[in-house]
């Protein structure tokens, strides 16, 4: 069994995972937010102590971070800059291997692994959440780059000149389509939630608008929150056609919270993608949802340990 761990913006999970892939015990809590350093490395322990059992620990966290130490700066997670996660795993469990990497690279790894990847020898993996990442696994093995940093798809640029990115650039495909990016400019755009989530009445001034708020709205037609949702998958769609004209994709998948949104998100990036994607073998590429959801993640931290030089190459 792999203690499966994943550090995300909005939340922090963990579970126990199985050989086979399986996860079990699964546990989270909220990311605490503009919280420091030693805050949210108590808020982990806090999640990870009832485990016990396991021989080694798997780990994806934002990006970007030092690899293959595992000293972490997520964007998204402004408490954390140069923290020695890695090193502090290390300590809490000695004699057991901890692996540390991107979260996203995680997820395009349950993907290749369990997921619609599978049988893929190329593939890009992309999370569309609280911010946006990638991975890369190009002739059947995770591609790591010079840093570990590799598959960095949100930081393509998909709109020269625009908005600020928390990177220090302009127009990344994260400064786009990123949940609070999407929800911020909807409020500009005059969008006011018309319902609190998972309720039937109406919206609670006293809540933060969220990206599951927006989804909703666009659902029920709100005619801002769908031109949220097509700006955002107008994004996505230019990205992905940039990276299979670079890498020669099999296929991509796409996971996190935007990606629930369906038809509404996939609509627009298919029609982008095609107008953009005209080379002969880059139309054969297919784009889906990841099939794992939730737990796409986890699996992909226990991969990095259970699935040999695959996905794990110093």
Request: net charge neutral.
């Amino acid at each position: 069994m792999i203690l499966a761990i994943d550090v995300g913006g909005t939340k922090m999970a963990a579970a126990l995972v199985a050989p086979d892939g399986a996860v079990r015990r699964t546990r989270r809590l909220a990311t605490p937010q503009d919280a420091d350093a030693e805050t949210l490395w108590k808020t982990l322990l806090t999640l990870i102590e009832p485990y016990d059992g396991f021989s080694g620990v798997g780990v994806g966290c934002g990006g970007p971070m030092a690899w293959p130490s595992g000293e972490v700066s997520p964007l998204n997670i402004p408490g954390w800059r140069g923290f020695p996660l890695g090193e502090r795993l290390a300590a809490r469990f000695p004699g057991r291997p901890v692996r540390v990497h991107n979260d996203a690279i995680c997820l395009a790894v349950a993907e290749h692994w369990k997921g619609h990847g599978r049988g893929r020898a190329n593939m890009l993996g992309m999370v569309v959440s609280t911010g946006v990442g990638g991975g890369l696994i190009l002739g059947d093995r995770l591609v790591n780059g010079g840093t570990g940093n590799a598959g960095h798809v949100g930081h393509v640029i998909v709109e020269p000149g625009g908005p600020s990115c928390g990177c220090g650039g302009h127009g990344c495909l994260e400064a786009v389509a990123r949940g609070p990016a999407l929800v911020a400019w909807a409020q500009e755009q005059g969008w006011t939630p018309s319902r609190a989530e998972g309720t039937a009445g109406p919206y609670r001034e006293d809540r933060e608008a969220t990206g599951q708020m927006l989804a909703a709205d666009a659902r029920r037609g709100d005619p801002v929150a769908r031109a949220a949702l097509s700006r955002a998958g107008h994004a996505l769609g230019l990205a992905i056609a940039s990276a299979t004209h670079l890498c020669d994709l099999d296929v991509v998948t796409i996971g996190g919270g935007l990606a629930q949104s369906g038809e509404l998100l996939f609509g627009p990036l298919e029609r982008t993608l095609r107008e953009h994607a005209r080379m002969d073998f880059a139309r054969r590429l297919s784009v889906v949802p990841a099939l794992l959801g939730q737990e796409a993640g986890l699996v992909g931290a226990a991969a990095l340990l259970l699935g040999g030089d695959r996905y794990w190459a110093v």
